[in-house]
């Protein structure tokens, strides 16, 4: 729980900027880049396979999808398609997967490299022609089953027209994938129809960039943040209204603070209950750091339930486990948090664990393929940051006891007192 660093479980040769998980493969998704610049660092989408051997978690290159000049700095999955925010632009990118199936053992001339390889070790090792002849026969029998995945762009729209350096700073799918919605650095949230790509709204948010956006479940509502101090609610390209997370705060002063994320999620035990959750960050730093807050909210209503101190490092990215048990957090200084969503109270701390700004966090999802690779751990969730690598971090189960259990040891502790009161004290009874 202390500063320490964390074992990396991938290391990518260019600066990661965002990661995914896919629910139905489990399939790690992440993505970065140099960007245009000449320096050298390469622009790429890269699909890890994840496993779970014993208690650690590994994770392997399965797919390298180069992007050109453009670095990747967002995306979304909605389904099989990734949505991605290069430049000023979204890019739809399908991706599949492809088993081969075919003889291991190579039909050249020169009997293979898998079985040249097999004689040169039986040659060092001085296992003789018998070991060498087994290994050959293996080879030979072995069927190579490899996955294998395609990527292939089939649409890409304008979502910021910024005059000058156009950036997409958000992106997602609605819950259902009747929608994409993005929003930049010109301050206009863009909804296009999906697949069409048709674009149904365009209108003006917030005044300078968009910070973050989620769409409820229902379509019903977004809700957008912008660096005007402005947290918004949104029935179509219509104000609802607008969230203020202290007003019962008479210590926080105006334009002190900007709101910094935003997130729907779901409540434990509860089908059709929704919270949202806010994180607030300090305007200006101070030469004493002021504290981060975390909000939550009530998503009939939006009115705020609950405004927790969240330390003073500056958060930087917030994410929602799909149970909506837990939040995760990601600081400007590379330490990665994991909160309980109903109390806000924090569980898992690792200071620094990143040596720069954590860029983005995504929670194993709560599908077969995701619960398989929790293993024993309550919950799990990947962080990635500029410094190239993407770790794991995890939470395992906290015991809990039958509430019969709970009330026997009740009864006997009561018993044991009246017990010890009247050898005590003869007559008490």
């Not at 993505?31 to 978690?57: C, M, P, R, W, Y």
């Not at 997370?245 to 409540?267: D, L, N, T």
């Not at 009864?411 to 008490?428: D, E, I, R, S």
Request: glycine share 10%; net charge positive; aromatic share 8%.
């Amino acid at each position: 729980m202390g500063k320490w660093r964390m074992p990396d479980l991938y290391r990518a040769p260019f600066p990661l900027y965002t990661i995914k998980v896919d629910p139905k493969t489990g399939w790690v998704i992440t993505a970065g880049g140099g960007g245009a610049s000449k320096t050298g660092i390469k622009n790429a989408v890269h699909f890890l396979g994840l496993e779970l051997v014993g208690d650690q978690h590994c994770a392997t290159l399965v797919h390298s999808h180069d992007t050109d000049t453009r670095a990747t700095m967002n995306l979304a999955i909605g389904g099989d398609v990734i949505a991605a925010g290069q430049d000023g632009r979204c890019s739809l990118m399908r991706f599949r997967q492809r088993q081969t199936r075919g003889k291991a053992a190579a039909k050249d001339a020169g009997g293979g490299s898998e079985q040249g390889a097999a004689r040169r070790r039986a040659g060092k090792g001085g296992k003789g022609s018998e070991g060498a002849a087994a290994a050959r026969g293996n080879v030979s029998e072995m069927k190579d089953n490899t996955t294998q995945i395609s990527v292939d762009t089939f649409g890409e729209v304008q979502s910021d027209l910024s005059p000058q350096d156009p950036l997409q700073k958000c992106v997602r799918f609605s819950p259902d994938l009747s929608l994409l919605l993005t929003g930049g650095t010109d301050g206009h949230i863009r909804v296009w129809e999906y697949p069409s790509l048709k674009e149904k709204l365009d209108f003006k948010a917030h005044e300078g960039e968009i910070e973050d956006l989620d769409i409820s479940p229902n379509n019903k509502h977004l809700v957008t943040v912008g660096r005007d101090f402005a947290c918004s609610i949104w029935s179509g390209n219509q104000l609802a209204m607008s969230l203020c997370w202290h007003e019962k705060m008479p210590q926080i002063a105006a334009k002190s603070y900007r709101y910094m994320a935003c997130r729907f999620g779901k409540v434990e035990d509860q089908k059709d209950t929704l919270r949202l959750y806010t994180v607030q960050i300090p305007h200006k730093r101070d030469r004493k750091p002021p504290q981060c807050y975390l909000s939550k909210w009530d998503s009939q209503n939006f009115l705020p339930m609950l405004t927790n101190p969240c330390g003073t490092e500056v958060i930087s990215t917030l994410a929602v486990s799909d149970s909506g048990t837990f939040l995760g957090l990601g600081t400007v200084t590379g330490s990665v948090a994991i909160y309980i969503a109903f109390s806000l109270q924090k569980l898992y701390y690792v200071q620094e664990s990143h040596g720069i700004v954590v860029t983005d966090l995504a929670f194993l999802p709560d599908t077969p393929k995701g619960q398989s690779l929790k293993g024993n751990n309550e919950a799990a969730m990947l962080s990635v940051a500029v410094d190239c690598r993407c770790q794991m971090h995890t939470v395992r189960n906290r015991r809990s006891f039958p509430i019969w259990l709970v009330l026997f040891f009740c009864g006997l502790m009561v018993v044991g007192a009246v017990l010890l009161l009247q050898y005590l004290f003869p007559g008490f009874i």
